[in-house]
């Protein structure tokens, strides 16, 4: 059995304030805490990791990891008092998925979070003049999306050179990309997409609930949503033999999101990919909410390890 690191947690909740907490409180399986996770490429972060009941017995185990963190397990810490409930749904599969995976919770930091998650090879490699308008207007003003300058890359260095490596030495693990998934909503849908075409050696698939496409928020006169799906059908070999589960619902933000996830849709379904398993879900009166992810969150999880 590897050994465990508990520690502490100094928590930025999502839209940046700061208090002292406990380690989420999980009523299924067991939760191990890591404070500001150091990385050389990004600032560092909190990380939570859940264990399910049966890691106990010495199995190897699949590893799911997830964006925004802080909002996967505990609802009576975060910011709106809605969570994932993670725990709570994959026990509840437990006999339809043997063995359970580890879930590697990683906190967003609020203020860089746009920034870590909008895919920087669509800035860089697909940018035009409108786009790069759109960026500088997202960086200025009170409600400014990005306090920095796009840094995916760097982002999802930190998730595949410092923090897995931590994970697989740690945990029992099943390490081989084939039992290596990632997931997250909203943007955290968006760089679980991008890290799946980036990293296909390390992740055998991804679920991307409520793909925020937009990256801003409005669509009219909005280029992103065409630079991603162009980014997206220039790699789309990349999905060869891999897993990607796409959802929206239909109220509130995720009420933005439907010509950008039919979009990526119409690149997929035209491609004829060998070997990808694909879904795309619209879940009808579904709201942009942690609750709202909860009550669906079986299919991805289906999806992905079943």
């Not at 059995?1 to 907490?21: H, P, Y």
């Not at 989420?24 to 399910?52: A, C, Q």
């Not at 910011?79 to 599969?93: C, I, M, P, R, S």
């Not at 990919?273 to 991805?300: C, M, Q, Y």
């Amino acid at each position: 059995m590897k050994s465990m690191l508990v520690v502490t947690l100094i928590a930025f909740c999502l839209f940046g304030c700061t208090n002292t907490r406990k380690a989420p409180n999980v009523s299924e399986g067991k939760m191990v805490t890591y404070t500001s996770f150091k990385s050389v490429h990004i600032d560092p972060r909190n990380v939570d990791v859940w264990l399910p009941e049966s890691y106990t017995q010495g199995k190897d185990h699949p590893v799911l990891y997830m964006h925004d963190g802080q909002m996967l397990f505990d609802a009576s810490q975060t910011w709106n008092g809605q969570a994932w409930g993670v725990h709570e749904v994959l026990t509840k599969l437990e006999n339809d998925i043997q063995p359970l995976p580890i879930v590697v919770g990683i906190w967003n930091n609020a203020a860089a979070r746009h920034a870590n998650f909008v895919p920087q090879k669509v800035v860089e490699d697909y940018a035009m003049p409108k786009l790069d308008s759109i960026l500088r207007f997202a960086m200025r003003g009170e409600q400014k999306l990005f306090s920095e300058k796009p840094n995916a890359d760097a982002y999802l260095k930190f998730l595949v050179e410092e923090l897995k490596p931590q994970i697989d030495a740690t945990f029992n693990t099943k390490t081989d990309m084939a039992n290596t998934f990632i997931a997250g909503s909203s943007m955290g849908g968006l760089i679980s997409l991008y890290a799946l075409l980036e990293y296909p050696e390390v992740f055998g698939g991804a679920a991307c609930l409520s793909t925020h496409w937009p990256v801003v928020f409005y669509v009219e006169d909005n280029p992103f949503p065409e630079a991603i799906a162009s980014y997206v059908s220039d790699n789309s070999r990349t999905l060869r033999g891999k897993k990607l589960y796409l959802d929206r619902g239909t109220k509130t933000l995720d009420s933005l999101y439907e010509l950008g996830q039919n979009s990526i849709d119409s690149i997929i379904a035209a491609a004829k990919i060998d070997g990808l398993i694909w879904e795309s879900k619209v879940f009808e009166g579904a709201e942009h909410t942690e609750n709202d992810w909860n009550k669906r969150l079986d299919i991805p999880l289906r999806f992905l390890f079943e």
